[in-house]
């Protein structure tokens, strides 16, 4: 089968599309015809090792240290299930499933295995292999923080980049779960986020939204310019600060902070789950920035490398659906 595989860290340059060997399933796990991924934020820091400081050690310990253990990177596949393993009981050949192999990665890939266990759900019929795909990595990352967060109805959320993979079901989840949505984005990404139903935007470029003197209960760093000691002061009293990304310092500190929530978001088959059902009822709407064919997949990590991507980046593989 043909693969996306890196052998060493850099720059996009470093994705070649290679015959491997076609994975087999083992007892407890199904086969899956890939018929699109993403190249997410993830996947393009971890090709680059453009990891957070003080993150950098700990993360080549993770992957390999002076090349990716494993060489195909990728953290979430849709496709069709081709072949089951003899203990799997609940799925079976042809299901449309969404699926991640979290930090074993090997998405980007014709054919994946993934634990029936694992991360995995059933794609409803009214939703397109890409458009769940490309749900699964901001979603997830929200869900999780949300959850953790505990937003409420009517509280005042705060999302800093707001169009991104994380930002765009940020906004529209914030919203279904009943809170007041403030985006922090790029002019040119306004209308979009006020349709996903942001109900103020902040333009980042012209307002810095941690001096204009307004408080929330929750902010949300989608960017890692907002660390806790620049947002304390836009919180208010019992405010959560979300901070999806960050240093190794600042994730210590926020260790000592009740406020602060950080570190890796889960990603399991309960939050694949719901957002399939979101996404079945319409109410979320997948992003996607690009669509693009599996022999570009360095076009894709460059995309996401600009880090100006709206959405999600979506690769398809050449399968009839
Ligand atoms: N902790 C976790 O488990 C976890 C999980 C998922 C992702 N992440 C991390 O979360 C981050 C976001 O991921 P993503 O996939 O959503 O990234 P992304 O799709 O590349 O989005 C980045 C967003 O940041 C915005 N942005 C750029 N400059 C900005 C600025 N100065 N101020 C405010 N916003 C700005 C961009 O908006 P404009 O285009 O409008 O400028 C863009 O929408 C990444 O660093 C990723 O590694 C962490």
Not at 187 to 202: Q, T
Not at 309 to 317: T, Y
């Amino acid at each position: 089968m043909k693969a996306a595989v890196c052998e060493r860290y850099g720059p996009p340059e470093v994705v070649q599309i290679r015959d491997v060997a076609k994975p087999v399933p083992g007892d407890g796990s199904v086969l899956v015809d890939a018929v699109a991924t993403t190249v997410n934020s993830g996947d393009a820091r971890l090709r680059a090792l453009r990891v957070p400081r003080g993150l950098g050690f700990p993360m080549r310990l993770r992957l390999g240290l002076t090349k990716p253990r494993n060489p195909i990177f990728g953290f979430e596949v849709a496709g069709r299930v081709a072949e089951v393993g003899n203990a799997v009981t609940r799925f079976q050949p042809g299901d449309r499933v969404v699926a991640s192999r979290g930090f074993d990665f090997g998405c980007h890939a014709e054919h994946v295995t993934v634990a029936e266990g694992g991360a995995i759900a059933r794609i409803p019929e009214n939703v397109s292999y890409q458009d769940a795909v490309a749900l699964c990595f901001g979603g997830a990352t929200a869900l999780h923080y949300f959850r953790l967060g505990k937003v409420a109805p009517d509280e005042a959320v705060l999302i800093n980049g707001a169009s991104g993979a994380v930002g765009t079901v940020a906004v529209q989840l914030a919203k279904h779960l009943g809170a007041e949505v403030t985006a922090v984005c790029s002019g040119p990404n306004a209308d979009l986020v006020k349709e996903l139903g942001a109900d103020h935007v902040i333009d980042y470029t012209t307002e810095d939204f941690t001096r204009n003197g307004q408080r929330y209960d929750v902010v949300m760093d989608n960017h890692g310019n907002a660390p806790y000691g620049r947002v304390k002061a836009s919180l208010t009293p019992g405010g959560r600060f979300l901070m999806v990304v960050g240093n190794l310092w600042q994730m210590l500190a926020a260790a000592g902070q009740r406020a602060t929530i950080s570190g890796s978001a889960a990603i399991d088959a309960d939050s694949y789950q719901t957002l399939m059902s979101l996404a079945e009822r319409r109410v979320l709407r997948p992003v996607i920035d690009s669509l693009l064919p599996f022999p570009q997949m360095v076009e894709a990590h460059r995309r996401v490398d600009g880090g100006h991507k709206v959405g999600s980046v979506v690769v398809k593989f050449q399968r009839s659906e």
